[in-house]
């Protein structure tokens, strides 16, 4: 019936001549032809935002050996952490603010760390600088994260989707809960680190070794200090000392046969890096 009303008129009169329906088919031709018209240019506009969204997601860029590589502009530190898998984590302040200015700082920090991150990874090394931070960590089995986030059973890709998600967000709640502490401590206001945090996946034991050390040097090579053991804020003096500690200690040190090729390891590559090496 509506199309009757719709194709009657435009094939057998002048457009305008609908006009001379009655006053109630006119209304209703009308609302036809409004919707028609509502839906047309509802499917062009949903065509030129995903044209758009397409462009401004990925770009063909010619390098300089003119070959076209996909370019994907996607935020950088965005990949999921993965379950049983090494990390360098490290982040800063906003603006290279500093987030610590107390001792109090450093120890509250460590505090929410073990809280909030203990349960879910393993520790091999940190270091607390005035403005920065890093920690040489492993995630925990897959088995252990969905026991401690008490997940139920999904198909693969969906776990390590959920885990990762779990992951970033048990690290979003202690960057969180310490920036609000610091906030109310020295009266600011507004976010207190850079997001995202900083990620890198460690995949070798040479890589491991290297950013252990270049972790406990972190001080150092800010001129903080001459010697690795002096700065406090840093997992060197727990190894050193072999005090009460939260790190993984043992798997670290089966990279060396006793502590004094720990110390000697890490003076070398003080000296290799002072050299240029």
């Known amino acids: 019936m509506v199309l009757y009303y719709v194709l009657y008129p435009v094939s057998h009169y002048r457009f305008w001549d609908f006009c001379y329906f009655e006053p109630c088919i006119r209304l209703r031709l009308a609302r036809v032809i409004f919707l028609v018209f509502y839906c047309f240019l509802g499917f062009q506009f949903t065509c030129i935002l ?10 063909f860029v010619r390098t300089d050996k003119c070959e076209l590589r996909k370019y994907n502009f996607m935020k950088k530190n965005t990949t999921l952490l993965k379950p049983d898998t090494i990390y360098h984590i490290y982040n800063r302040g906003i603006d290279k603010c500093d987030i610590f200015f107390e001792e109090q700082n450093y120890d509250y920090f460590l505090m929410k760390y073990q809280y ?53 967000r048990s690290f979003a709640n202690f960057f969180n809960c310490y920036a609000q502490a ?52 840093s997992s060197y003096g727990e190894y050193v000392k072999n005090s009460p500690s939260f790190l993984e200690r043992d798997t670290v040190l089966e990279y060396f046969d006793d502590i004094a090729k720990f110390v000697k390891e890490h003076e070398k590559f003080i000296q290799r890096r002072s050299l240029g090496g």
């Open 50 to 59: 995903k044209f758009r969204n397409y462009i401004s997601r990925y770009w």
């Open 116 to 168: 909030f991150l203990f349960p879910v990874v393993e520790t091999y090394a940190y270091c607390l600088i005035n403005n920065h931070f890093h920690f040489l960590i492993k995630t925990k089995s897959e088995k252990e994260l969905i026991r401690k986030y008490k997940l139920c059973r999904k198909p693969l890709e969906e776990t390590e989707r959920l885990l990762g998600q779990r992951l970033g």
């Open 182 to 233: 610091f906030n109310k401590r020295f009266d600011r206001t507004g976010g207190l680190f850079e997001t995202p945090f900083r990620r890198v996946a460690v995949n070798d034991d040479i890589y491991f070794l290297t950013l252990l050390f270049y972790i406990h040097s972190n001080p150092i090579k800010h001129e903080l200090t001459d010697d690795f053991e002096s700065y406090p804020f």
